[in-house]
């Protein structure tokens, strides 16, 4: 059942995004996850909200197990490394953030750091344990579920009585009941990030990190919070569980969560070797909007299955796109016109994105703006190409500025362009291939010998 949606403030939307974990390089199974938390902020965008948007990256506190019983994970990078813990989280953000630029994922307003936040978290700890819900422990402090009616079951979720019986219940005779979680552990010997609290030296939970800087930026109660599947429990559940004992009233008013991206209808795993990274999909001469155009094809509540046949089609979807629009632009010298609202396919559009982020529809609304833009009536094409341009306020696939750059190679790409075809005509064919390949890694330049000579075409915004 689909229910309206109303703000907490009427026009104003504040968002939390569960940011990555920056223990490793973020796979596009992760990065679909933001281009879905995207998608929904320009959404709100599109329909006029004034939109808020909060992401956090966490860098300490994810263990590795859901039982409070594993290693952190920032610490296990960092021994596998060699590295100090925060020098490999700024690498891995440095990385995620190039990576959602290049997929056209804009900046949250806010992106906070867990190991930023450690007074907040300790003082929402703190709240927790005045108003009972919260103990000491030896090893640390326990969130104390029986204090919250409901606990574990407020996302519909599993079944908690299945999830029980499927879990693997480790016993940690410090917990007064086998399902408290964890808001604060006792540091141990040898533990790298560690700081003093009024329970000894130690580091916080996951989950008490996105409660206390949700709340932070957004105020007790917010819109909307999302995360992948995985987060349904415990990490959303804890999360209500101690943000609403804490405060007394509701957490987040909506929340999103994103059905996993699956490679060849697997899991992705990285004993499998089927974590891809973007940078992946570039060597294999994707266009990385290609693999947004993808996302936007599924849907968030149904599983994406990436699959090569899958990303050629999107690529070939996406240069196709990006022709007709370039044809449509010389055609009309650039003119545009605003159908009026009820216009079929700008309806469709909108009615489309109202129903719980149907981006499939909203494509093939697109799909029929394409149509249109290739139409012999120049008066159609004129609206078609102010739809189109509108859409992509939300579909974010650089339509305008493929169409209206002036799309000569740069010097360099020049350069490099002539240096083949001497390569090539000299018979030096794998220096002719290496630098085919470095047109398409380093300029997004794709070549393609036809009878008529090399015809180029740029998967890549130029310069980007
Ligand atoms: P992590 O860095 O593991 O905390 O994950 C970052 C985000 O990516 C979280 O919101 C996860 O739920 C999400 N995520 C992880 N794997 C996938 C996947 N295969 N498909 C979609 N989202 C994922
Ligand atoms: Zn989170």
């Known amino acids: 059942m689909v229910e309206p949606f109303v703000p907490l403030r009427p026009g104003e939307i504040g968002m939390y995004n569960c940011g990555p ?12 996850a933001y281009i879905v938390a995207d998608v929904a902020r320009r959404t709100f965008e599109y329909f006029g909200y004034r939109v808020t948007q909060v992401m956090n ?10 039982a409070d019983a594993g290693e952190d994970k920032m610490e296990l990078a960092a021994k596998r490394e060699q590295k100090d813990p925060l020098e490999l989280a700024a690498m891995y953000t440095r990385q995620f953030i190039i990576d959602r630029h290049k997929l056209n994922i804009l900046d949250p307003h806010v992106i906070a750091k867990a190991t930023d936040h450690i007074a907040q978290m300790i003082e929402l700890i703190r709240r927790l344990i005045e108003k009972g819900n919260a103990y000491v422990a030896s090893d640390g402090v326990y969130f104390d579920v ?24 480790e016993v940690n005779e410090n917990k007064r009941h086998p399902a408290d979680f964890a808001l604060w552990r006792a540091a141990k010997p040898g533990d790298l990030q560690q700081w003093e609290s009024p329970w000894g030296r130690g580091n916080p939970g996951w989950h008490i990190e996105c409660s206390a800087m949700s709340m932070q930026y ?22 209500i569980a101690q943000s609403e004992a804490a405060t007394g009233k509701q957490f987040a008013r909506y929340w999103l969560h994103v059905r996993f991206l699956r490679v060849e209808g697997q899991g ?10 973007l940078s992946q999909l570039e060597e294999w001469g994707y266009d990385p909007l290609a693999f947004r155009l993808l996302a936007l094809g599924v849907g968030y509540r149904k599983p994406l299955d990436f699959t090569r046949a899958g990303m050629d089609a999107a690529q070939n979807r996406l240069v196709k796109w990006r022709r007709t629009i370039a044809e449509a632009c010389v055609a009309t010298g650039g003119r545009m016109t605003e159908p009026e609202p009820d216009f079929g396919v700008r309806a469709g559009f909108v009615n489309a994105l109202a129903d719980d982020f149907n981006t499939p529809r909203a494509v093939a609304a697109a799909e029929m703006a394409l149509d249109l833009a290739g139409s012999p009536d120049l008066a159609v094409r004129e609206r078609a190409l102010w739809l189109l341009f509108d859409m992509d306020r939300v579909l974010g696939l650089s339509l305008r500025d493929r169409a209206s750059a002036a799309d000569d190679l740069s010097v360099d790409e020049e350069r490099l362009f002539d240096e083949r075809e001497r390569a090539r005509e000299s018979g030096d064919y794998a220096k002719s291939d290496q630098i085919r390949a470095d047109l398409l890694t380093k300029y997004g330049i794709q070549l393609k010998d036809t009878k008529e000579g090399t015809r180029w075409e740029r998967v890549r915004p130029k310069g980007a």
């Open 21 to 32: 974990t920056v223990y490793d390089w973020q796979h596009i199974g992760n990065l679909y």
């Open 268 to 277: 992705m795993h990285k004993s499998i070797g089927n974590t891809y990274l």
């Open 218 to 239: 957004l105020g007790e109660t917010f819109d909307l919070h999302s995360g992948g599947e995985d987060h349904l429990f415990p990490h959303h559940e804890c999360e």
């Open 57 to 66: 990256i966490t860098d300490v506190g994810h263990i590795v197990d859901d």
């Open 146 to 169: 029986t204090t919250f009616p409901g606990y574990g079951t407020r996302l519909n979720a599993e079944n908690p009585a299945d999830r029980e019986a499927g879990a693997r219940v």
